[in-house]
């Protein structure tokens, strides 16, 4: 094998192929970081870190490298992951690594608190195995890779590396330090060892998750070398740039069916004025790779990113609307810590998804939640909720001290709010009601929807639209974003209680290492939810005008 890997042949794809001549960056979209990504055959797959949510570690497949789909989650079961009321968010499950190796598909992760965890596969969708503990391995971020006499070497943070068993979870032999990426730049982190032609290559991030993040380079004779740095080093970083795309790091490397090299990292997208807040978190993207003089050489990483020499392959969009008919929830539905099995149900009303309250605010570590990522600037989520029983609604959550909520129950909607120690009441009103169906009793104020039973002040729609600003309407301290929370009616009519600035659900406000999740919750006794809708949005987009009496 040569130690320059070659340029790869190019593959015809028409303009028909692909729509435009440019791919969207993000290719997954929304709080998915610390992306890891490998190939069988024709077919991608990659996982991404989950922290304090259940379940853990998204997985996705992907034929083209820019189309995704959720097939599971490698950690979906409460005996693989236990997520305790005292860990804080941002702690959990950090980047795992996926590999295929020997007709298996293998992850490996840090559970902070527990320690690092193995567990295998032979469909990357699920069952996914119990976890295999690794007390010899010490650091997070833990990679995996086999040489050519079947030995497996794990690398962590720092960078350290172990010679591990699989099968059993234990080490071989002492850690022994290796290259640590550039002196002086902090957190040397997310090591990936690869061998290409005639050396090994380990790549690290390094200068922290956030502005100052890159990526850095090193090869070796051996996998646990010693390894000689890149002279071109860092190969990929975004800081002191105006790029809209930064923190741009935490890299995997990936060669293409065509032979092609290809890079998945995460990045945010800042808005707003200075600093620049991000809210939908650490997002996955996708840059093309050469290689020269036996290094690699990363694209650029941009918004509109040059489309790949193969066709294109899309995947089914996810509907808008789900109406909880299904046996289980799609595996995008997260939690927060865990999802306790008598306190959910999508059997005990059909079609419906029953909430028993575990905690009386989204401020309670283990809060009854189920909840989607935000995966767009702009967007709109409405659900129906039945109160009958209880008090809930529809959160915006970034952890227990950051999150806005529209919520119902005894009779008031109200908005709620939760900055840091700060908790209030932003808005009230009395709960609209419904007409009935056409031959029952009509009740005042309210509008009748097609299969949906009319209950006085029992139930009503929530809607949360998310509007990004124009990043041509600039000044130092303007918001990435509004939140607009409401009750809507049965006609569209959006009655906003409430509009709230974005940035304090963003990291940097915050902190920690997650992004904007949106979802349902109780907060009181048992809280039922017909539908949830979720949908991109015009960041344009006016609140439409209270309804009259006459409306209503």
């Known amino acids: 094998m040569s130690s320059t890997p070659q340029p790869a042949p190019a593959v015809a794809a028409t303009a028909s192929d692909w729509p435009d001549e440019t791919f969207a960056n993000p290719v997954i979209a929304g709080f998915h970081p610390d992306p890891s990504v490998c ?51 941002s702690a959990g499950v950090y980047a795992p690594t996926l590999r295929h190796h020997d007709g298996r598909f293998w992850l490996i992760t840090t559970n902070v608190g527990v320690g ?59 850690p022994v330090r290796l290259w640590s990426g550039t002196p002086g730049a902090q957190a040397p982190e ?30 070796g004779p051996a996998p646990d070398g010693p390894f000689e740095p890149c002279p071109a080093n860092p190969i990929l970083t975004h800081r002191g740039t105006h790029r809209p795309i930064q923190n741009t790091g935490h890299a995997d490397l990936v060669q293409a069916a065509d032979g092609s090299w290809w890079l998945v990292l995460l990045g945010v997208r800042p808005r707003g004025g200075t600093p620049g807040w991000h809210v939908l978190g650490r997002e996955t993207f996708l840059a093309p790779v050469t290689w020269v003089d036996g290094w690699p050489v990363v694209g650029e990483v941009a918004p509109a990113t040059a489309v790949p020499p193969w066709p294109p392959s899309p995947v089914p969009a996810p509907p808008v609307r789900d109406d909880f008919d299904a046996e289980r929830l799609h595996p995008r539905w997260v939690s927060v810590r865990s999802r306790p099995a008598p306190y959910w149900s999508l059997a005990e009303r059909s079609g419906w998804l029953t909430l028993r309250a575990r905690g009386d605010s989204l401020d309670h570590p283990e809060v009854i939640f189920v909840g989607r990522r935000q995966q767009h600037l702009s967007c709109r989520a409405r659900t129906l909720i039945d109160t009958a029983d209880g008090r809930g609604g529809l959160a915006v959550r970034l952890d227990e001290r950051h999150h806005y909520e529209i919520e119902a129950g005894d009779g008031q909607v109200s908005v709620l709010a939760r900055l840091g120690s700060v908790r209030t009441t932003v808005a009230s009103k009395a709960m609209p009601g419904e007409k009935a ?44 974003d509004r939140l607009r929370l409401g009750v809507e009616y049965a006609d569209g009519a959006f009655d906003v209680l409430a509009e709230l600035d974005g940035r304090y659900l963003s990291t940097e406000v915050a902190g920690g290492f997650t992004g904007r999740v949106i979802g349902m919750y109780a907060a009181a006794g048992t809280v039922r939810f017909d539908w949830f809708d979720y949908e991109p949005a015009e960041p344009t987009a006016e609140p439409a005008a209270e309804p009259t009496a006459e409306a209503a």
């Open 39 to 89: 190939r069988v055959g024709d077919d991608y797959y990659l996982a991404c870190s989950s922290f304090e949510y259940f379940p853990g570690v998204p997985v996705f497949h992907s034929r083209d490298l820019v189309h995704w789909e959720q097939i599971g989650n490698a950690l979906d079961r409460p005996s693989q992951l236990v997520l305790t009321a005292d860990m804080p968010s």
């Open 116 to 174: 690092n965890l193995l567990v295998t596969a032979t469909d990357p969708a699920g069952p996914w195995s119990e976890p295999t503990l690794l007390p010899g391995v010490v650091g997070i971020d833990p990679d995996l890779a086999w040489d050519e006499h079947g030995r497996c070497f794990c690398t962590t943070a720092g960078v350290t590396q172990v010679q591990l068993d699989p099968a059993t979870g234990q080490a071989i032999g002492e």
């Open 190 to 219: 997310a090591p990936h060892l690869y061998r290409v032609g005639d050396y090994w290559y380990l790549m690290i991030a390094e200068g922290g998750t956030e502005r100052g993040h890159a990526v850095s380079i090193a090869r």
């Open 437 to 480: 169906l056409p031959g029952e009793k009509a009740v005042p104020g309210g509008k009748a929807v097609p299969g949906e039973k009319a209950v006085p002040g029992e139930k009503v729609r929530l809607r949360v639209d998310v509007l990004a600003t124009d990043p041509a309407d600039w000044n130092p301290c303007k918001e990435p």
